[in-house]
């Protein structure tokens, strides 16, 4: 499985962004597809997943701000993040699930100004 993430970029703060995700295999093999975001000298933190069935948890920081979305058609998995703030800034990754497998990509940069 390889998982190419894009869509990063330099935002100011309020802006938006939308990280693009495509899966080298069927998306709906995957028992959930996620975002996370890792800055340096830390874990990577969740912030969103979508499950094979279609349902979705948050990062209680972002709930209300990032929507995750997937397009089977296009083998892709998608974050749009709205009302950008500078905690947001990070290196952000896609994962993938098949049962106790994981699989990653590489990440891409997140960067908000004040």
């Known amino acids: 499985v390889q998982l190419q993430a894009s869509g990063g970029g330099l935002v100011q703060a309020g802006g938006s962004l939308r990280l693009s995700c495509a899966a080298s295999?069927?998306?709906?093999?995957?028992?959930?597809l996620g975002w996370y975001r890792q800055v340096l000298g830390r874990e990577r933190e969740l912030r969103a997943i979508?499950?094979?069935?279609?349902?979705?948890i948050y990062a209680f920081s972002v709930k209300d701000r990032f929507t995750i979305s997937r397009d089977s058609a296009k083998n892709s998995v998608y974050l749009q993040m709205n009302s950008l703030e500078p905690e947001d800034t990070a290196v952000y990754y896609c994962?993938?699930?098949?049962?106790?497998?994981?699989?990653w990509g590489q990440g891409t940069q997140v960067t908000v100004s004040s």
């Open positions: 979508i499950r094979r069935g279609g349902s979705s």
């Open positions: 295999g069927g998306i709906l093999d995957f028992d959930d």
């Open positions: 994962r993938a699930r098949i049962g106790e497998a994981v699989y």
